[in-house]
């Protein structure tokens, strides 16, 4: 393991921005995840775990430590009753292991095919999408705990799963490192078709869609939103969905649309109601593929801020405190930002 120095971080990510990092080292195993760890507290460098890059914007300064890039490889399956056991290594491509576990007919991750980033990655924010969440088939995390030095297995329950949310990206933030996580899938189950859009790619089909079918319909509609990486196509250089859907009671939720109209709604889990971030940013004067110069809103998703090409962080930022700003002003809403800000003084 080499430990490099003022590596440029924008080629690393989805965005394409932002400056270097002071030390770089790539990690292929937990031998080296524990050296580069040690080495980083040694000298006093500040530590940042970089995945795929998909959920960044990195500051124009860089970052000022060590970024930790997770290359660790491989893929582990078990039976285990009428479940499979599917264990993969943290960098691992994730919708090349949805691929994957879609290739041996197990269900439970096929409608999170096409998001961009590492395993490792999945469970920081509990990706989701299309009715699916990756804590529904988590297991268990492998995580080097950098407070105790020890190797643990964070069960399903200890990992704070929520909406966009877990202990990773909340009161444990930095804490844990990713090393593998544990899916709990089922051989042979049938397909989530849940979600509006995928119901309507297989409307009027007498016979259920097979898991490959799924996976297949799930890249199309996303091709068709810019949220599926296409090389040259600037409309998804960015970090995905920008702000997270506000998630509100029902009594609040009623005052808005008593006052704003018919906004998009999904009930949660927990009896409250998800209201469609995309739906306040168009409304509050953003639309579909308005340019701020090199900045800019996707022409297929009103939610991804893209950049254009030569964007810096701090024309996103700018772009963003504005939509925020006049989201906040028409509707009494503050939208949340998803992607990880990275190197910032403060966070913006
Ligand atoms: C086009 C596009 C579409 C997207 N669609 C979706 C979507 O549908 N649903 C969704 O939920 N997200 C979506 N995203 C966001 C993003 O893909 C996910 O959040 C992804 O899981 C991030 O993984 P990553 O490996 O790229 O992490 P990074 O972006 O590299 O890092 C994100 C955060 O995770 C931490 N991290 C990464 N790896 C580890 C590790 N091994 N151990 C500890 N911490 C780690 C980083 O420190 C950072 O805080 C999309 C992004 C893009 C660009």
Same mark, same amino acid.
């Given at each position: 393991?080499?430990?490099?120095?003022?590596?440029?971080?924008?080629?690393?990510?989805?965005?394409?921005?932002?400056?270097?990092?002071?030390?770089?080292?790539? #990690?292929?195993?937990?031998?080296?995840?524990?050296?580069?760890?040690?080495?980083?507290?040694?000298?006093?460098?500040?530590?940042?775990?970089?995945?795929?890059?998909?959920?960044?914007?990195?500051?124009?300064?860089? /970052?000022?430590?060590?970024?930790?890039?997770?290359?660790?490889?491989?893929?582990?399956?078990?039976?285990?009753?009428?479940?499979?056991?599917?264990?993969? =290594?943290?960098?691992?491509? /994730?919708?090349?292991?949805? =691929?994957?576990?879609? =290739?041996?007919?197990?269900?439970?991750?096929?409608?999170?095919?096409?998001?961009?980033?590492?395993?490792?990655?999945?469970? %920081?924010?509990?990706?989701?999408?299309?009715?699916?969440?990756?804590?529904?088939?988590?297991?268990?995390?492998?995580?080097?705990?950098?407070?105790? !030095?020890?190797?643990?297995?964070?069960?399903?329950?200890?990992?704070?799963? =929520?909406?966009?949310?877990?202990?990773?990206?909340?009161?444990?933030?930095?804490?844990?490192?990713?090393?593998?996580?544990?899916?709990?899938?089922? $051989?042979?189950?049938? $397909?989530?078709?849940?979600?509006?859009?995928?119901?309507?790619?297989?409307?009027?089909?007498?016979?259920?869609?097979?898991?490959?079918?799924?996976?297949?319909? %799930?890249?199309?509609?996303?091709?068709?939103?810019?949220?599926?990486? *296409?090389?040259?196509? !600037? !409309?998804?250089?960015?970090?995905?969905?920008?702000?997270?859907?506000? *998630?509100?009671?029902?009594?609040?939720?009623?005052?808005?649309?008593?006052?704003?109209? $018919?906004? $998009?709604?999904?009930?949660?889990?927990?009896?409250?109601?998800?209201?469609?971030?995309? /739906?306040?940013?168009?409304?509050?004067?953003?639309?579909?593929?308005? #340019?701020?110069?090199?900045?800019?809103?996707?022409?297929?998703? #009103?939610?991804?801020?893209?950049?254009?090409?030569?964007?810096?962080?701090?024309?996103?930022?700018?772009?963003?405190?504005?939509?925020?700003?006049?989201?906040? !002003?028409?509707?009494?809403?503050?939208?949340?930002?998803?992607?990880?800000?990275?190197?910032?003084?403060?966070?913006?």
């Amino acid at each position: 393991m080499r430990t490099q120095q003022q590596v440029p971080l924008a080629p690393l990510t989805t965005f394409k921005v932002g400056g270097p990092a002071r030390y770089f080292v790539e #990690a292929r195993s937990e031998e080296d995840v524990y050296a580069a760890v040690a080495e980083a507290r040694s000298r006093g460098w500040p530590l940042f775990v970089l995945g795929g890059g998909s959920n960044l914007v990195i500051s124009d300064a860089g /970052w000022p430590g060590l970024v930790l890039k997770i290359a660790l490889a491989g893929i582990g399956e078990q039976r285990d009753g009428p479940r499979m056991l599917l264990d993969a =290594a943290a960098g691992e491509d /994730w919708d090349s292991f949805v =691929a994957y576990a879609v =290739a041996r007919d197990c269900a439970g991750i096929e409608c999170l095919s096409g998001i961009p980033g590492t395993v490792g990655g999945a469970p %920081v924010q509990n990706v989701g999408a299309y009715g699916q969440e990756v804590s529904d088939t988590i297991l268990s995390v492998r995580v080097l705990d950098t407070a105790s !030095d020890k190797i643990c297995e964070l069960q399903n329950a200890d990992s704070g799963f =929520a909406y966009r949310t877990s202990i990773f990206n909340s009161r444990a933030r930095g804490r844990y490192i990713v090393l593998r996580v544990m899916f709990a899938l089922v $051989p042979g189950g049938a $397909p989530r078709i849940e979600y509006g859009d995928l119901k309507h790619h297989f409307g009027g089909r007498s016979n259920p869609p097979t898991l490959a079918e799924t996976r297949d319909a %799930v890249r199309a509609i996303r091709l068709s939103k810019a949220m599926l990486i *296409v090389p040259g196509d !600037d !409309d998804c250089r960015s970090a995905g969905s920008f702000f997270k859907n506000p *998630v509100l009671t029902c009594e609040k939720f009623e005052q808005l649309r008593a006052r704003a109209g $018919p906004i $998009p709604n999904f009930p949660t889990k927990d009896g409250l109601v998800k209201i469609a971030a995309a /739906w306040l940013v168009e409304h509050a004067g953003f639309p579909k593929g308005l #340019a701020r110069g090199p900045v800019g809103i996707s022409r297929k998703h #009103a939610l991804a801020i893209v950049n254009r090409g030569g964007a810096t962080a701090a024309d996103i930022v700018a772009l963003k405190n504005e939509i925020q700003q006049r989201v906040l !002003d028409t509707f009494g809403i503050q939208l949340q930002p998803e992607p990880v800000f990275v190197g910032f003084d403060q966070q913006p």
